[in-house]
């Protein structure tokens, strides 16, 4: 006699009578949000937020949209659009200011600089140079110094993080297959997105956060620094940071004999340029000059951005045109830092920002603390924000208002401190979903022989943070009390 089975899907095994119902567990991170959020919303009805009701209103849709970004891991760009909606709908702002944020020049800088680092990318230059730079390495530690050196300048030709990522990724994956030894490819996937990150503050197209800052700065009617300036005070900084980091990845992934292993790198590229890409050369050179020498000239760096657009888009110059070119633009980068110009401006405008800095110095004597204090509170809270908010731009937009502001009341240069919690938020390499660049080359398809160099990547991750932000801490102190205000940007205020 045969007996037959009845198998049922587990899904449904708890529609039988007398079966017991699964157990889901429970999303605290859900609840998190719903309870913050329900705090949020008694604290704005009851009138417990500080100034008047414009303000009161704004700041409460900030934190909301703090809340989706941090706690809930919302994408940002359509929380900072219904944090712009409902100011509009609130009254806090105009809808024309949502409109007209996108014809900020801001928005114009980034557009063309997209346009710009998109034929640079097709015409494969980038890979080309990054090789030929490469090709005289013999051992890892002179490898890890050239790609330090060659990460570091793309940042004044490629604006947003991603997008440098986007552009050496194929660099990575050309020189893990040709180095072989999973220790060593497991230090460049580390060391690429580090570098990247830290090097974004050399130049003022290296984030979206840049330009939220600068645009900060003049709407407080503070000095804003032009493109060369921006350099001037950023470049040091990105150059020594960029550094500790190889040394620390160097230090802490391989030891000497590693270090020191024979390499046999591809032979670069050697022959000739062709026409469309001695085009695009003439054309990035000329722009990067021209955006140095903005003083001299008078040209604004939007503008010089504009005619370096167009004439990378001439087809019969640089083989691209413009309706190519556009559609590798990261839009949704640009979405949302148009919608964090609407966000910042209606903080400023509606006395939030000034509603919070008040508030904060009546609950906190910042005097008491002396500014050395109130700089390395500053620090802290701008170095470790991204295990809170994962956007670089969002980051900006809260770091700014709540700590770079009222922290300001104790006595310190508002400016420096705009420039110290943007620069120290480009610190964000402890996770693989803390940034873009990161997830990639940690996430990176590797042939099945070096698939082991990404399995212990995130404890990786982990370990040079911890031991990257003591250096980072001092390197911000340092240049925040001694080097910058020698450069003009003063401590105190």
Request: hydrophobic share 60%; proline share 6%.
């Given at each position: 006699?045969?007996?037959?089975?009845?198998?049922?899907?587990?899904?449904?095994?708890?529609?039988?009578?007398?079966?017991?119902?699964?157990?889901?567990?429970?999303?605290?991170?859900?609840?998190?949000?719903?309870?913050?959020?329900?705090?949020?919303?008694?604290?704005?009805?009851?009138?417990?937020?500080?100034?008047?009701?414009?303000?009161?209103?704004?700041?409460?849709?900030?934190?909301?949209a703090?809340?989706?970004?941090?706690?809930?891991?919302?994408?940002?760009?359509?929380?900072?659009?219904?944090?712009?909606?409902?100011?509009?709908?609130?009254?806090?702002?105009?809808p024309?200011?949502?409109?007209?944020?996108?014809?900020?020049?801001?928005?114009?800088l980034?557009?063309?600089?997209?346009?710009?680092?998109?034929?640079?990318?097709?015409?494969?230059?980038?890979?080309?140079?990054?090789?030929?730079?490469?090709?005289?390495?013999?051992?890892?530690?002179?490898?890890?110094?050239?790609?330090?050196?060659?990460?570091?300048?793309?940042?004044?030709?490629?604006?947003?993080?991603s997008?440098?990522?986007?552009?050496?990724?194929?660099?990575?994956?050309?020189?893990?297959?040709?180095?072989?030894?999973p220790?060593?490819?497991?230090?460049?996937?580390?060391?690429?997105?580090?570098?990247?990150?830290?090097?974004?503050?050399?130049?003022?197209?290296?984030?979206?956060?840049?330009?939220?800052?600068?645009?900060?700065?003049?709407?407080l009617?503070?000095?804003?620094?032009?493109?060369?300036?921006?350099?001037?005070?950023?470049?040091?900084?990105?150059?020594?940071?960029?550094?500790?980091?190889?040394?620390?990845?160097?230090?802490?992934?391989?030891?000497?004999?590693?270090?020191?292993?024979?390499?046999?790198?591809?032979?670069?590229?050697?022959?000739?340029?062709?026409?469309?890409?001695?085009?695009?050369?003439?054309?990035?050179?000329?722009?990067?000059?021209?955006?140095?020498?903005?003083?001299?000239?008078?040209?604004?760096?939007?503008?010089?951005?504009?005619?370096?657009?167009?004439?990378?888009?001439?087809?019969?110059?640089?083989?691209?045109?413009?309706?190519?070119?556009?559609?590798?633009?990261?839009?949704?980068?640009?979405?949302?830092?148009?919608?964090?110009?609407?966000?910042?401006?209606?903080?400023?405008?509606?006395?939030?920002?000034?509603?919070?800095?008040?508030?904060?110095?009546?609950?906190?004597?910042?005097?008491?603390?002396?500014?050395?204090?109130?700089?390395?509170?500053?620090?802290?809270?701008a170095?470790?924000?991204?295990?809170?908010?994962?956007?670089?731009?969002?980051?900006?937009?809260?770091?700014?208002?709540?700590?770079?502001?009222?922290?300001?009341?104790?006595?310190?240069?508002?400016?420096?401190?705009?420039?110290?919690?943007?620069?120290?938020?480009?610190?964000?390499?402890?996770?693989?979903?803390?940034?873009?660049?990161?997830?990639?080359?940690?996430?990176?398809?590797?042939?099945?022989?070096?698939?082991?160099?990404?399995?212990?990547?995130?404890?990786?991750l982990?370990?040079?943070?911890?031991?990257?932000?003591p250096?980072?801490?001092?390197?911000?102190?340092?240049?925040?009390?001694?080097v910058?205000?020698?450069?003009?940007?003063?401590?105190?205020?």
């Amino acid at each position: 006699m045969h007996t037959t089975a009845l198998i049922l899907p587990a899904a449904n095994a708890a529609t039988l009578p007398g079966t017991q119902q699964p157990v889901r567990p429970i999303d605290l991170r859900a609840l998190l949000a719903m309870a913050l959020t329900g705090l949020t919303l008694a604290a704005l009805f009851n009138g417990w937020l500080p100034g008047p009701a414009e303000a009161r209103i704004a700041i409460g849709v900030f934190v909301l949209a703090v809340i989706a970004w941090s706690v809930l891991r919302l994408a940002d760009t359509p929380v900072a659009l219904a944090a712009c909606v409902a100011l509009v709908a609130l009254g806090v702002t105009q809808p024309e200011a949502l409109y007209t944020s996108l014809g900020d020049s801001v928005i114009w800088l980034l557009i063309a600089a997209f346009v710009i680092a998109a034929v640079l990318q097709q015409s494969g230059l980038a890979e080309r140079w990054a090789l030929q730079a490469v090709a005289g390495a013999r051992t890892p530690s002179r490898l890890f110094v050239r790609l330090t050196w060659i990460i570091i300048a793309t940042a004044f030709v490629v604006p947003s993080t991603s997008g440098r990522a986007a552009l050496l990724f194929p660099v990575f994956v050309v020189l893990a297959r040709a180095v072989g030894e999973p220790r060593i490819v497991r230090a460049m996937a580390l060391l690429f997105p580090s570098v990247i990150l830290l090097s974004a503050c050399a130049s003022l197209l290296g984030a979206g956060a840049h330009l939220v800052a600068v645009d900060f700065m003049r709407r407080l009617g503070l000095p804003a620094p032009s493109f060369a300036t921006w350099a001037l005070w950023a470049a040091p900084f990105a150059v020594l940071s960029s550094f500790a980091a190889t040394a620390l990845i160097s230090a802490l992934f391989l030891d000497r004999s590693a270090r020191q292993q024979p390499l046999s790198l591809p032979a670069p590229q050697l022959s000739p340029l062709t026409a469309s890409q001695r085009g695009v050369v003439v054309v990035i050179g000329t722009t990067v000059a021209a955006w140095a020498s903005a003083g001299m000239h008078g040209v604004d760096a939007t503008m010089v951005a504009l005619v370096g657009a167009l004439a990378i888009t001439f087809k019969p110059l640089t083989g691209v045109d413009m309706k190519a070119a556009l559609k590798k633009v990261e839009w949704n980068l640009v979405l949302f830092l148009a919608a964090t110009l609407v966000l910042g401006e209606a903080l400023l405008h509606s006395g939030a920002a000034a509603a919070l800095a008040n508030a904060l110095l009546a609950a906190v004597p910042l005097q008491r603390f002396g500014t050395g204090s109130v700089l390395i509170l500053a620090i802290l809270v701008a170095l470790l924000s991204h295990l809170l908010i994962t956007s670089r731009t969002a980051r900006a937009l809260v770091l700014l208002p709540t700590v770079a502001l009222p922290l300001a009341a104790g006595g310190l240069n508002p400016a420096l401190l705009i420039f110290v919690c943007v620069i120290g938020s480009g610190f964000c390499q402890t996770l693989a979903v803390s940034a873009k660049p990161v997830a990639l080359f940690a996430r990176a398809e590797l042939p099945p022989e070096l698939s082991q160099a990404q399995q212990s990547i995130d404890g990786a991750l982990l370990r040079l943070s911890l031991a990257l932000l003591p250096v980072m801490a001092l390197l911000l102190w340092l240049f925040a009390s001694f080097v910058w205000p020698l450069q003009g940007l003063a401590l105190r205020a």
